[in-house]
């Protein structure tokens, strides 16, 4: 199966790579030279002309690389854009916003896209009722038996979806306890997706999932099991049924009290490392205390595949805490060497393996006809992986990337920054009082405030207003009144109000004295969710879901019932509809934390 489609050429430049050591996707060759004629690689060796017209490229002391491909990321906002800079000319996406991904694709296919990364994608993936993908507050459709099996995988491929992901994790190693699809669910899954030519991989956490998704048919796992070390049999599996498994150390390191920000310390990273993917890859997961995951398990367990000779795919799982797009991919390498890979086992790992595992024939190898997406680095990362960071150039198809803004915006970014605060205890917390709305306005006793927050942000239409109105609870004379309309141009909508506690919009604040979230609502009868975002959350929302009827009732929500909250560190709550597309309206008042 072919997933890509073609495209058209770029213009005809022509670029000359002389005496370059070069790795070829799967081994290191000796140093040759390479021509690229318009999009494609046209000629190797010793003896090849340089034309007239071509752009020399002096490749002493340097090493010729296919383009990185990230087997295991989310992308959102500027992911590709971010991931091109760095290298990594290609994102395999496993679960984002099936309507972005489509636009994505439509430039894609119409070759608009030389500045940012390509991206294939799982689109929405598949998992049961309140499974792992649907507390990120937002609805997505998901599966409760094999009989529907067929249905919703063509209505993933309807969708756009290039490959099909599968969730098999309880959450049990990580301290949590969710529903997950039944065996029976997976295989058929599993089988529909085969019978239109499709990948099928699985979201696993455990060794005994790993082994349960192999035996139902799946073509790759994404993340290595990360509870026990595997033993010979699980590798013998795995080799016999033919899977890849994209470890992800760099997530799984982060999910269990590591971390992933030395990378930021390195010289050649800080040249085109974000403000925002600096701070991201400075996070960590919050870690359960009866959590059993081990990323000494997943290290020994990529390790035991490598030498069982099952293939072995570089992913990041960016934007997740402790990762970013891009400069979280060299850091993948690194941790691959260090869990015993060769660097030339981590390179394949992240283009030659990547490219075959999902069918994409015409990239992640330099040979005559692969079409040019390429990184030039100085040195050799063959022998020392961290080479990989000493960019000299990127070329996505035979156009070579014009880095020179994006470094000077990273620079000035940089230089311009100041220290961020760290999460401190805001000025007039006192009792906890947030909000009463006595005084007719939307003044907070602490913390900067009430603000509309919707999905525009993220590329959405949903709109929401606020306003103090005579009508309060529990004997008192005001309240917060929100109203406006969930639409569906975004597919993962909200609207609604936020309050935020920090010094500013997003700051942190240290609310950790107090244990719950108190208010009082009355609303239509639908289904409302109180969103918190934490500092080590990052983009990903803790999600309560409250039922808010036409009479005044009041909630008391601990901040332990929120999976995942540290209050040491929270930056926004959030008041906002669900995600069905209508009208909605509620009251607030007496918001206040205890």
Request: one cysteine or more.
């Amino acid at each position: 199966m072919v997933l890509l489609t073609s495209l058209p050429a770029a213009s005809q430049t022509k670029t000359y790579f002389k005496d370059v050591r070069v790795f070829d996707g799967l081994n290191l060759l000796p140093s040759t030279n390479v021509l690229v004629e318009g999009e494609k690689i046209t000629r190797m060796g010793h003896s090849i002309d340089v034309p007239s017209d071509a752009t020399v490229i002096d490749g002493a002391g340097k090493t010729l690389m296919p383009g990185l491909i990230d087997a295991h990321c989310h992308v959102y906002g500027s992911a590709l854009e971010d991931a091109i800079e760095t290298g990594v000319t290609t994102e395999l996406d496993m679960f984002t916003d099936a309507k972005m991904a489509e636009s994505v694709r439509t430039e894609q296919e119409a070759g608009r896209m030389l500045d940012r990364a390509d991206l294939y994608s799982a689109g929405t993936l598949v998992t049961a009722p309140g499974g792992h993908g649907t507390e990120y507050g937002f609805a997505i459709p998901t599966l409760s038996s094999p009989d529907s099996a067929q249905i919703f995988v063509d209505a993933r491929l309807a969708e756009g979806s290039d490959y099909i992901k599968i969730v098999l994790d309880n959450g049990g190693i990580f301290g949590r306890k969710i529903p997950t699809l039944s065996i029976a669910t997976v295989r058929a899954v599993v089988e529909a997706a085969h019978k239109r030519g499709r990948l099928a991989v699985a979201h696993i956490g455990s060794l005994q999932e790993a082994r349960e998704a192999i035996e139902a048919g799946v073509d790759g796992l994404m993340h290595a099991p990360s509870d026990v070390v595997p033993d010979k049999a699980f590798i013998k599996l795995a080799r016999e049924h033919g899977v890849f498994v994209c470890p992800t150390l760099s997530v799984i390191n982060s999910a269990t009290g590591g971390s992933n920000a030395a990378i930021v310390t390195d010289t050649n990273v800080v040249r085109y490392a974000t403000k925002a993917n600096i701070e991201n890859l400075e996070k960590s997961f919050p870690h359960s205390a009866t959590a059993t995951a081990n990323y000494n398990a997943a290290s020994a367990a990529t390790k035991m595949l490598q030498l069982g000779h099952v293939p072995i795919l570089a992913g990041t799982d960016a934007p997740n805490p402790g990762t970013a797009h891009g400069v979280g991919l060299h850091r993948e390498l690194e941790l691959l060497v260090q869990a015993g890979l060769t660097p030339v086992h981590a390179l394949a790992a992240a283009t030659g393996n990547a490219a075959d595992a999902f069918h994409l024939r015409d990239r992640g190898h330099i040979g005559v006809g692969f079409r040019a997406d390429l990184l030039l680095v100085k040195g050799d990362p063959t022998t020392n992986i961290t080479d990989s960071r000493a960019i000299v150039g990127v070329w996505k198809r035979g156009h070579a990337l014009d880095r020179t803004a994006y470094l000077a915006a990273v620079a000035n970014e940089q230089s311009s920054a100041t220290p961020k605060p760290a999460a401190s205890i805001p000025a007039g917390f006192g009792d906890g009082l947030i909000s009463n709305f006595e005084d007719g306005t939307t003044a907070a006793h602490f913390g900067a405030g009430w603000s509309v927050s919707t999905d525009a942000i993220a590329g959405g239409n949903s709109v929401a207003v606020d306003t103090v109105i005579n009508d309060g609870a529990d004997g008192s004379k005001k309240s917060l009144l929100v109203k406006g309309e969930i639409k569906t141009v975004f597919q993962y909508p909200w609207a609604g109000v936020m309050f935020s506690p920090g010094i500013g919009v997003m700051k942190p604040a240290d609310l950790s004295s107090k244990k719950s979230l108190n208010f009082w609502c009355k609303g239509d009868g639908a289904t409302y969710r109180i969103m918190i975002y934490t500092k080590r959350g990052g983009y990903i929302p803790a999600v309560k879901g409250i039922q808010m009827v036409p009479k005044w009732k009041q909630y008391s929500l601990p901040f332990a019932s929120f999976d995942g909250v540290d209050s040491k560190e929270i930056m926004s709550i959030i008041f906002c509809a669900g995600t069905d597309p209508g009208l909605f309206q509620f009251q607030l008042d007496e918001v206040k934390l205890n």
